[in-house]
């Protein structure tokens, strides 16, 4: 699963299969629970790790054909207008879509590096935007595929980093994000100067899975870590990012079993100074 990962990590996956359809979805799953297989949904690998044993099951990846994104205005023809996407389609590619159209409120989400799919389950954000504040509603299927519902932003209960397709089980297969006109060069000036932020701060030239661990309440990760001592530290190929703390990143070859004991030391470390336990945003698989 190395393959489909940001980390770049990981052994692999019983089997796999990519959808084309929420249709297809849905008779999948349901032929997986039917069948008692194990499986488990994947987007853009960007927040996953897999351990170096695999994953004994059926991995599941919306792909071609749930990337689309048609935007139109709303319906009381104001200056709000209503994107319609499907969950495979990378917040990259979503957010330039956005901008040919000069709308506003996304620009936040241009440099995350994921698809809309995950960015819905765990309530992605960054620079102060988070995907609660533009999404009107999104189109799921319960977990065994004989159900879909839509869920209102209020009902999908956003979180930090959480949402409740975590609880309940339900796959996003589509959102409709809800968008105000804007002007065209402040919104490509915006995305440039987050892009700008992102590359200068983050680790980006090294395979990871962003920031590894949820911010604790009342202290930051990133820094928690530094004053731990741990900035530079590695086991293995995996080490702590030079340039920023809350970053494990896979420098040199790592193995998910370097990354995973460096994430146990980091977080024995920061408890053993500080008395916090920091709780990892990457998904753990296997």
């Given amino acids: 699963m190395s393959r489909y990962t940001s980390f770049k990590a990981g052994g692999c996956a019983a089997a796999f299969a990519e ?13 997986a629970v039917q069948l008692e297989i194990p499986h488990m949904i994947l987007g853009n690998g960007s927040n996953t790790l897999f351990r170096d044993s695999g994953y004994e099951g059926l991995v599941i990846k919306p792909g071609t054909g749930m990337d689309y994104v048609n935007i139109r205005p709303s319906e009381d023809k104001g200056e709000t207008f209503q ?46 935007g ?36 975590e ?12 968008l105000r006109k ?16 992102r590359n200068s701060k983050q680790p980006v030239n090294f395979p990871s899975a962003g920031s590894t661990f949820k911010r604790p309440p009342g202290y930051f990760a990133g820094k928690l870590i530094e004053d731990a001592g741990l900035k530079g530290v590695s086991v293995g190929g995996a080490q702590v990012s030079v340039l920023h703390s809350g970053f494990i990143i896979n ?7 370097d990354i995973l004991q460096l994430i146990t030391l980091v977080q024995n470390t920061v408890y053993d100074k500080f008395g916090v336990m920091l709780e990892p945003e990457v998904r753990i698989i296997g």
């Avoid at 994107?83 to 879509?97: D, E, F, N």
């Avoid at 804007?182 to 932020?197: F, H, S, T, V, Y």
Wanted: aromatic share 6%; glycine share 10%; net charge negative.
């Fill in 19 to 31: 959808v084309n359809s929420s249709r297809n979805l849905a008779v999948l799953l349901e032929t």
């Fill in 83 to 128: 994107v319609r996407c499907g969950v495979s389609v990378l917040l990259s590619v979503l957010a330039r879509s956005i901008l040919a159209e000069s709308l506003t409120g996304f620009e936040f989400a241009s440099g995350i590096p994921g698809s809309l799919g995950g960015a819905l389950f765990m309530n992605a954000g960054a620079y102060g």
């Fill in 130 to 165: 988070e995907m609660k504040q533009v999404v009107k509603w999104v189109r799921a299927i319960s977990p065994d595929g004989k159900e879909e519902k839509i869920f209102t932003n209020e009902e999908m209960k956003f979180g930090y980093r959480h949402s409740v397709l």
């Fill in 167 to 178: 609880d309940n089980g339900y796959i996003a297969v589509e959102a409709m994000l809800e």
């Fill in 182 to 197: 804007g002007n065209r060069d402040e919104i490509a000036a915006q995305m440039k100067e987050l892009a700008a932020r």
């Fill in 251 to 257: 420098k040199d070859n790592a193995s998910a079993e």
